[in-house]
Structures are given as C-alpha cells and as structure tokens.
C-alpha cells in the first residue's frame, strides 16, 4: 500500500524545530532512529544538548508515517497582535496562515479551580492565587470565534478547567454552547461532582452534555488515588442521566503502565455508559531531571505493546492506526459532496486508536473483520476519479458493490452489518449509522501531548485540539501548556481576579474548598462493591 500525504518530512533521520526546555529558544532539531528507538536532539548554544525519546518503536513509526494527512487550513487566520505567517512559530500562534489544521475539539477553560492538587496537572489555582473565570458574555464571545473558523466551523466543544462542575452557572454555559451551534458538549472532569451533586448529571444532559471526559488513573487504589472510590457513583449517575463517559487514564511508566489491561477490561465491564478510553502518557510539566523523565516517560508505541502484553494479545499492536487515517473518509466525502469535510489532520505521531466490539464475553478488534488498508486504498481511489469528475451515481453504486469485498462477515460481530452503516455514512451521509457502531463498541485511544523535552514544531502545526482564548485567538493545546508564559498564564491573567475580590464577589464559596472522601462510607456502599468486584475478565486464557 503506497499512500503519501501531508507534505511530511522525509523518512528518518530527519530535520525539525524543536525549542531549548531552559530558555525556549527555537532550535534546529533533529529526528532519528536509534536502537529501534526514535529520538529527538538539539543543542542550544547556551544550556547544551537535549536528546529525548520521541517514539519507542521506529519501525511502527515508519509504518505509521505512511497515514499522514493532507493540510486542513482555515481560511480565516486570526493572531491578534502578531504577524499571521506562523514564521516566529510556536511564539505567534492564534491560529496563524501556516497553522495546518482546523479545530477538531475546542477547550474552553472556564475556571482554574480545583478540588483536587494532582501533581501532573497542567494547572489549577493554588490558595491565594488570582481566580480565572471568564464571564458568560466572554465565554459566548469564544464560543462565537469557533464556530466561525472557515472552511469548516468547530463542532465540538469541550468545557475545561481547573474542575468546570465549580462553576455554579456550569448549566447556563453548556447552554450557550448548544445556542451557538455546537453538535458535541463534552465536560473534562474528575467526575466527583457528577457522582454526588444531586441532579448535577440529569441537568447537564437536559442542557446540552453528551459526554463526560473522567480522569480514570488506573482501577486501583494505588494506581488512581486521585478518584477510585468515586468513579463508581460518577458512571451510575452519567448512566442514569444517559451522558456517555470516555475514560482518561494519564500513563506514567513505573505507577500505572501494569494497569493498563485491567482499564480497558473495566470499561468493557461497563460498556452501558463508558463509550471509551483514550490513554495519555504523561506530558512533563516544570523542570524534570533527565533521570526522573526516563523513569517515568512512557510513548505511544510503547503504551500499545503493553496493552497487547496485558490483554494476552486479544488486543494487537497492528489493530491500532494513527489518529490521521480517517483522512481518507474525509476526501471521499469531500469529493462526493463537493463541500470541505470536519478532518482529522493531525500529525501521525500525535495520536492512535482502534475500536472494539464485545460480541457475548467475546472482544473483537475492528481490524479483524475489516481490511482496513485494503479499504483505504479502495476509497482514496474512488475520490481520485470523483475529483476528476467520474459520476457521483457510478461511485456510489461501485463502493456498494465492492464494500463487502474488505469485510469478513464470518467474523464480523453478529449483531453488526458494517458495511451498510458504512455505506451509509459515506454516501448518505446518515450520521446515526455512526452512533450504532459505538452500540456494544468501545473506542481505545491515545493522545500523546508534547512537553518542553519531546517538543517537535512540526507536530504543533498540525495540532487540532484548540483552546479558546478570551483576547479573541485559538491557541494549539501543545502551545497553550507548553509555553503557559506565553499563552495560558500571560492572558489569563490579565483576565483573572484577586483571591480576595472573588470571594467578596461570591460570598458563602470558598475558593480553596479542597475535596475529601470518607473512604470508610465509600467502600461500605453497593455502588462501590458491584464497581470493581465480579467483573468479566475479558482477557484471562
């Protein structure tokens, strides 16, 4: 199979940009393979040379190379203040004309509070510190901004913080969100508040909420201190209210990486509300020893081997493609249709996923009954002779012929008919084909965001997960945290307000309100029992 896109670099070794993690000084950088291990290096005339792991597998990174996507531009750039050709890139952000990808998901932070301190948290405001919570007329303002984004407008809309449910006008800001035409209201939570703030949940579906991104460390006590003993209470409230949840493990090499299995094997345990899981390797935040980061850092390849070595191979590294492949679903449709599509255009080394299906006790992969390639190459050359003018009607009736050519129906689960809801999607453009894939389904991703160590300008470029920002710009999520100097902590600030102002402004809140679990009362409850005993082990031989 020979498929080229993107305008990618070359194969390894390779030049990039990179910054120096002490001054963040734009460096020339280099991408190489050593050992099997994909590193990068670069050296900065005054703090020295930095050599960081990138891909623990240079063959899958060859291999996934090949699933690099075409550009995604917006044709309406907006850099506020600063020059729009992206030439000061990372530094001139907003999104600027050299930006290769439009928002596939939008944060928004509606507050930096938090009732937790996780140590790996990108941020939250710590006692005394100024309070950032932009009001409902900024919010809607951001909100305006995103969905104005040509060719194609921002869809999906993902409230963050901080912790959003701490906010008390949350239901008045999912709503503005709807009002504005987001099609996806997702909450990134600890959940805590979903599973016992009563009504909470029910609210937030009625005023717009489909999914609820929870952080899920691990299925133990030892591996998720952060939120074990309430998940159980947040996933029977999101089901009761019918708000999928996708579960958000972050993966650190050395405390969770043995955990893995048992996380997915958890969330086929509860598929009637967990939609998925999308796995984060932990990003570095701060000054790390090089020491500490090879300890703990863990990539994508990586974190896939270990989800086959834990599942007995029932799930394999060759289920997973990057995040990118879906670009060709994107052309023919584009082509069919004549109108630009919502892409994923992502850079390759940012993200993979698969999805699975639970057939009985029986889990099968998606790849072991579709020819995914083979379907690929199929489809890029029916939206090659679309793009040259070849009848709409022909190519229709041609995928419907040759559709089932790449799925093995002895194998496909029972309860599915893939190929018509593909062809449905595809040509009908009938969309709840899509939502009855994701019934019985279970969606396992990863999302590998970049640090000061691992940085690649080239990845950045093609970021597709935005934040809003109040001053009227887009910033991408490895910008907006990497370089907080620059972006987060600068702007925000000038839209904070003092520790003191806020609580004369919202008396009877305390702002350093901090989270406490009565581990005694959690454990006693049903809830609690039923959530991690006598679950299906799915992956046993």
């Not at 305006?144 to 912790?163: C, F, H, M, W, Y």
């Amino acid at each position: 199979m020979s498929r080229e896109f993107g305008k990618y670099t070359g194969s390894l070794p390779h030049e990039t940009l990179s910054i120096c993690p002490e001054c963040k000084r734009v460096l020339k950088a280099r991408v190489f393979a050593e050992k099997n291990n994909v590193f990068i290096e670069r050296k900065c005339p005054k703090h020295g040379n930095f050599k960081e792991v990138y891909w623990e597998n240079a063959e899958y990174y060859n291999k996934m190379r090949k699933f690099g996507s075409e550009e995604a531009k917006i044709q309406n750039p907006n850099t506020g203040f600063v020059g729009e050709n992206g030439e000061s890139c990372p530094f001139d952000c907003g999104l600027c004309s050299n930006h290769k990808s439009h928002t596939g998901l939008a944060n928004i932070a509606i507050t930096n509070r938090c009732d937790l301190s996780c140590w790996y948290c990108f941020f939250y405001a710590k006692e005394g510190e100024p309070i950032y919570e932009p009001s409902l007329e900024l919010i809607d303002k951001m909100l305006a901004n995103l969905r104005d984004q040509k060719p194609v407008s921002t869809n999906a809309i993902q409230l963050t913080g901080g912790e959003p449910t701490l906010r008390n006008d949350l239901e008045e800001i999912v709503k503005l969100c709807v009002k504005r035409g987001f099609e996806h209201v997702q909450l990134n939570t600890t959940g805590i508040s979903l599973g016992f703030k009563k009504g909470l949940a029910e609210r937030m579906k009625k005023a717009g909420v489909g999914t609820a991104y929870v952080s899920f460390d691990g299925t133990t006590k030892k591996t998720n201190p952060k939120n074990h003993w309430e998940i159980p209470y947040a996933l029977k409230e999101c089901e009761k209210a019918g708000i999928g949840v996708v579960l958000v493990p972050t993966l650190i090499k050395g405390i969770n990486d043995s955990d893995i299995g048992n996380i997915i094997n958890f969330a086929l345990n509860n598929l009637q509300v967990v939609r998925g899981v999308n796995f984060q390797p932990v990003s570095f935040v701060g000054r790390i020893s090089k020491k500490e980061r090879n300890a703990r850092r863990i990539t994508i390849p990586k974190a896939i081997e270990l989800i086959e070595e834990q599942t007995n191979a029932e799930i394999k590294m060759e289920d997973f493609y990057v995040v990118p492949t879906i670009h060709s679903f994107t052309r023919f449709v584009e082509a069919l249709t004549g109108h630009k599509q919502y892409d994923l255009s992502v850079h390759f080394a940012c993200g993979a996923a698969t999805y699975l299906f639970l057939d009985g006790k029986k889990v099968i992969p998606i790849s072991r009954f579709v020819d995914i390639e083979g379907f690929l190459e199929f489809l890029d050359g029916q939206s090659a002779e679309l793009e040259k003018g070849k009848s709409k009607i022909l190519t229709g009736a041609k995928l419907l012929l040759n559709i089932n050519r790449f799925i093995d129906r002895s194998k496909q689960p029972s309860f599915l008919n893939f190929g018509k809801l593909l062809f449905d999607a595809l040509v009908k453009h009938d969309y709840n084909a899509l939502g009855k894939i994701h019934e019985k389904s279970l969606f396992i991703g990863m999302m590998h965001f970049m640090d000061p160590y691992n940085y690649d300008v080239e990845r950045v470029q093609r970021c597709d997960i935005h934040y809003a920002m109040p001053d009227g710009r887009i910033i991408p999520f490895c910008s907006f945290n990497v370089l907080p100097e620059v972006y987060r902590d600068k702007v925000q600030k000038q839209y904070s307000i003092s520790w003191k102002e806020w609580k004369k402004t919202r008396p009877g809140i305390d702002p350093s309100f901090k989270y406490k679990r009565n581990i005694k009362e959690l454990e006693a409850s049903e809830i609690y029992k039923k959530a991690y005993t006598g679950l299906t082990e799915h992956f046993k031989k």
